[in-house]
């Protein structure tokens, strides 16, 4: 199929009728909708696609109500849906407000509390203060005989009696989901495998989590967090999707659904509850995927994505169209989830993210936030207290009459008032220069968030563009590019709905791991070839099973390594499984040196983990279709909306506005100005210079030094 004229659904569209695939994210505050459809008979050429984008408030009480309104919202029948893929937050907001399933863990006999230690660190940096609680108490862990040692030899064989006894003592306490976790039981599985067996005959239902079949990789501690949090999301997500599919089905979609993983690649509804785990960061994780392609197609491809939506902002890092994926992402203290995701970091700051002053008076900005209800003041649904939001409305930079589902409207004279009495008399300023300082705070809190994801991993800012996306991202991109000395900022034509189209372009993924943990120097490399082609081909066996067939099939292999006496880890590109034992020391010292700028040449590597990626490309999206291409006019100032004064740098600026779906393919835009659309607005401060890309981009070039 041609990429540029529509869409592989993989389902074929009946007698016909407009097939459409449909991309869904569910946020803190909005549920945002892409809908694609091409008119594609079966076996015919598909037509030029037309899109259909929605935003509904997120039904917090259960999520599916809002996908449900966001599918109605669009006008489409859902019987002439050929495939709707998911970018859910349940499982990320169940592991963050501790809303778990009560889970028992077995594990090996003096080693009940490894969840527990963990890795010897604190809460807080100094002092002993903070508190900790594992996923899984105390008292639902219990041990039994059993031990491996670390090369995978029966040391202590299974008590399956005890075994047994551990399984009732769970289930009269009340656990819904089990966790079979037992010492080295990644160079040997043999008593998980048997454990599983004896408890399906025991344990009520099918949430029965072994740690090796999850993460086949040394670090018990690592290995088990994982597996309790899998084990304790499991149930919570299953019931959400099973839920899901009863409400599509009533509005008119009987087939089967696909769910975003944290990855960025998507699995079948049908088997996503197995390793529920993989789903959190679900949601950043397609908004990164939507940037790594538009970037593709642009030509652009090293990007730091900026998303910053309702209640907070994540980064990431694409190089080579490619984003950052890490096994060593930590969701929160001592909450490692090891399972390969998207290297997103979140900071608390969104537009819904609260201002006050601190018990110092200093002005602080989130990362409590307003959510969803009662959301910002200007929102009119009962909220009071400053925030970000409220104060890019104050500036100018957002229309009052153009905010998204609004319930009573209040004034900009009154969110001014509210600006003044509760952040500016105290301090000196009015409610306008409150109103800039909680934007400029904003500002320094999402550049250091920035830094963290390269500057912090050895990558210089000014080597990438800035891909603002989210309903807020736009707004900032610009400043932030300044404070950080990045040259480009990419807007891309959807940006409020990105992490929608995210899942309509993701590909199928399925990650492994597998430990070696051997010096090259003596490593069999048979051995090596061997797991990595036995990890391919279990990819592509998954792959094959998916509803959704892709184009190509993709592997990339990787390695995490050392040097000998480290103890942290760094994840090593691999050419592919033919490798000699001179080039991965070459390839880890050339790693290390770019990391590190350090060369340790006379210390030999240590290979622990060996990785694999299997990817399944699907056919892309015209991104040009994004934007109606009959609602474009063919001069600037057919595009023009109004001019309005905005705040810049203290001033203010009579400040031209225009509709972005007008603007002509070949704008050149001089800040300062403002591009309105449905799902978000962008600022192009005093001294920038836009220009739109043949997708209809937005590229941002910023003036350096102000």
């Given at each position: 199929?041609?990429?540029?004229?529509?869409?592989?659904?993989?389902?074929?569209?009946?007698?016909?009728?407009?097939?459409?695939?449909?991309?869904?994210?569910?946020?803190?505050?909005?549920?945002?909708?892409?809908?694609?459809?091409?008119?594609?008979?079966?076996?015919?050429?598909?037509?030029?696609?037309?899109?259909?984008?929605?935003?509904?408030?997120?039904t917090l009480e259960n999520q599916a109500y809002g996908v449900v309104n966001a599918i109605r919202a669009t006008g489409v029948p859902a019987a002439n849906i050929g495939l709707i893929v998911h970018?859910?937050?349940?499982?990320?907001?169940?592991?963050?407000?501790?809303?778990?399933?009560?889970?028992?863990?077995?594990?090996?006999?003096?080693?009940?509390?490894?969840?527990?230690?963990?890795?010897?660190t604190r809460p807080n940096a100094y002092g002993m203060t903070g508190t900790f609680s594992p996923v899984i108490p105390r008292n639902l862990r219990l041990e039994v005989p059993e031990r491996m040692?670390?090369?995978?030899?029966?040391?202590?064989?299974?008590?399956?009696?005890?075994?047994?006894?551990?399984?009732?003592?769970?289930?009269?306490?009340?656990?819904?989901?089990?966790?079979?976790?037992?010492?080295?039981?990644?160079?040997?599985?043999?008593?998980?495998?048997?454990?599983?067996?004896?408890?399906?005959?025991?344990?009520?239902?099918?949430?029965?989590?072994?740690?090796?079949?999850?993460?086949?990789?040394?670090?018990?501690?690592?290995?088990?967090?994982?597996?309790?949090?899998?084990?304790?999301?499991?149930?919570?997500?299953?019931?959400?999707?099973?839920?899901?599919?009863?409400?599509?089905?009533?509005?008119?979609?009987?087939?089967?659904?696909?769910?975003?993983?944290?990855?960025?690649?998507?699995?079948?509804?049908?088997?996503?509850?197995?390793?529920?785990?993989?789903?959190?960061?679900?949601?950043?994780?397609?908004?990164?995927?939507?940037?790594?392609?538009?970037?593709?197609?642009?030509?652009?491809?090293?990007?730091?994505?900026?998303?910053?939506?309702?209640?907070?902002?994540?980064?990431?890092?694409?190089?080579?169209?490619?984003?950052?994926?890490?096994?060593?992402?930590?969701?929160?203290?001592?909450?490692?989830?090891?399972?390969?995701?998207?290297?997103?970091?979140?900071?608390?700051?969104?537009?819904?993210?609260?201002?006050?002053?601190?018990?110092?008076?200093?002005?602080?900005?989130?990362?409590?936030?307003?959510?969803?209800?009662?959301?910002?003041?200007?929102?009119?649904?009962?909220?009071?207290?400053?925030?970000?939001?409220?104060?890019?409305?104050?500036?100018?930079?957002?229309?009052?009459?153009?905010?998204?589902?609004?319930?009573?409207?209040?004034?900009?004279?009154d969110v001014e008032a509210i600006f003044a009495e509760r952040l500016g008399a105290p301090i000196g300023l009015s409610g306008i220069e409150a109103a800039g300082a909680v934007l400029r705070l904003?500002?320094?809190?999402?550049?250091?968030?920035?830094?963290?994801?390269?500057?912090?991993?050895?990558?210089?800012?000014?080597?990438?563009?800035?891909?603002?996306?989210?309903?807020?991202?736009?707004?900032?991109?610009?400043?932030?590019?300044?404070?950080?000395?990045?040259?480009?900022?990419?807007?891309?034509?959807?940006?409020?709905?990105?992490?929608?189209?995210?899942?309509?372009?993701?590909?199928?993924?399925?990650?492994?791991?597998?430990?070696?943990?051997?010096?090259?120097?003596?490593?069999?490399?048979?051995?090596?070839?061997?797991?990595?082609?036995?990890?391919?081909?279990?990819?592509?066996?998954?792959?094959?099973?998916?509803?959704?067939?892709?184009?190509?099939?993709?592997?990339?292999?990787?390695?995490?390594?050392?040097?000998?006496?480290?103890?942290?880890?760094?994840?090593?590109?691999?050419?592919?499984?033919?490798?000699?034992?001179?080039?991965?020391?070459?390839?880890?010292?050339?790693?290390?040196?770019?990391?590190?700028?350090?060369?340790?040449?006379?210390?030999?590597?240590?290979?622990?983990?060996?990785?694999?990626?299997?990817?399944?490309?699907?056919?892309?999206?015209?991104?040009?279709?994004?934007?109606?291409?009959?609602?474009?006019?063919?001069?600037?100032?057919?595009?023009?909306?109004?001019?309005?004064?905005?705040?810049?740098?203290?001033?203010?600026?009579?400040?031209?506005?225009?509709?972005?779906?007008?603007?002509?393919?070949?704008?050149?835009?001089?800040?300062?100005?403002?591009?309105?659309?449905?799902?978000?607005?962008?600022?192009?401060?005093?001294?920038?210079?836009?220009?739109?890309?043949?997708?209809?981009?937005?590229?941002?070039?910023?003036?350096?030094?102000?």
């Open positions: 199929m041609d990429e540029k004229n529509g869409i592989n659904s993989g389902v074929a569209a009946p007698n016909g009728v407009p097939s459409a695939v449909v991309g869904i994210d569910v946020g803190g505050t909005f549920t945002d909708l892409i809908l694609i459809e091409t008119d594609a008979a079966d076996g015919a050429q598909a037509g030029p696609a037309r899109v259909k984008i929605a935003k509904t408030p997120t970018g859910t937050t349940t499982t990320t907001n169940a592991v963050l407000e501790r809303q778990l399933a009560t889970t028992g863990m077995i594990t090996t006999a003096g080693f009940r509390d490894v969840i527990e230690l963990g890795r010897r040692d670390a090369a995978g030899n029966v040391l202590i064989p299974l008590d399956e009696d005890a075994l047994r006894r551990a399984i009732g003592t769970l289930r009269e306490a009340g656990c819904v989901s089990l966790v079979i976790h037992f010492l080295h039981s990644y160079a040997n599985p043999a008593h998980e495998r048997r454990a599983a067996e004896i408890a399906a005959e025991l344990w009520p239902n099918s949430y029965i989590t072994t740690g090796h079949a999850l993460l086949s990789e040394a670090r018990e501690f690592e290995r088990g967090v994982t597996a309790a949090v899998n084990a304790s999301v499991q149930p919570i997500l299953e019931r959400y999707v099973a839920r899901l599919a009863a409400e599509l089905k009533d509005l008119g979609y009987s087939r089967d659904f696909l769910v975003m993983n944290g990855n960025g690649g998507m699995i079948s509804a049908a088997h996503v509850a197995r390793e529920a785990a993989k789903t959190v960061m679900s949601g950043p994780a397609s908004g990164v995927m939507a940037a790594a392609f538009t970037g593709r197609s642009a030509g652009i491809e090293n990007l730091i994505t900026y998303d910053m939506g309702g209640t907070s902002t994540d980064v990431a890092l694409v190089r080579g169209a490619r984003p950052a994926v890490s096994n060593e992402i930590e969701v929160e203290y001592a909450m490692p989830i090891h399972v390969p995701m998207v290297d997103v970091h979140t900071v608390g700051a969104g537009g819904g993210s609260i201002a006050r002053l601190n018990d110092a008076g200093l002005l602080e900005v989130g990362p409590q936030s307003a959510g969803a209800k009662p959301g910002p003041i200007c929102y009119g649904r009962g909220g009071t207290e400053p925030t970000i939001s409220d104060a890019n409305l104050l500036l100018g930079r957002l229309n009052p009459g153009k905010l998204l589902s609004v319930e009573s409207p209040v004034s900009v004279a904003a500002n320094i809190r999402m550049a250091g968030a920035i830094r963290m994801v390269s500057l912090g991993k050895g990558h210089d800012p000014r080597d990438f563009a800035l891909f603002a996306f989210g309903g807020a991202g736009p707004l900032h991109a610009a400043a932030l590019a300044r404070e950080l000395g990045i040259p480009r900022v990419m807007v891309p034509a959807r940006p409020g709905i990105t992490n929608a189209l995210g899942c309509v372009v993701a590909d199928l993924r399925h990650d492994f791991v597998r430990t070696l943990n051997r010096p090259v120097a003596s490593l069999d490399l048979d051995l090596l070839r061997a797991v990595l082609a036995e990890q391919r081909a279990e990819g592509e066996a998954l792959i094959a099973k998916e509803v959704v067939q892709p184009e190509r099939i993709e592997c990339i292999h990787t390695a995490d390594m050392q040097f000998v006496g480290q103890t942290h880890l760094l994840n090593v590109p691999l050419p592919g499984p033919d490798v000699n034992r001179e080039t991965l020391q070459q390839l880890f010292e050339e790693a290390y040196f770019a990391r590190f700028k350090v060369r340790l040449p006379e210390i030999r590597a240590n290979l622990v983990n060996l990785n694999t990626s299997v990817i399944g490309v699907r056919a892309g999206i015209d991104l040009a279709s994004l934007i109606d291409p009959a609602g474009r006019k063919a001069t600037l100032g057919e595009a023009l909306s109004e001019t309005r004064r905005v705040w810049f740098s203290g001033e203010w600026h009579d400040t031209p506005v225009y509709v972005r779906e007008k603007l002509p393919l070949d704008v050149v835009i001089e800040g300062p100005a403002i591009l309105e659309q449905l799902d978000t607005t962008t600022v192009i401060e005093p001294g920038d210079r836009a220009v739109s890309d043949r997708d209809g981009n937005i590229i941002i070039t910023v003036e350096a030094g102000q």
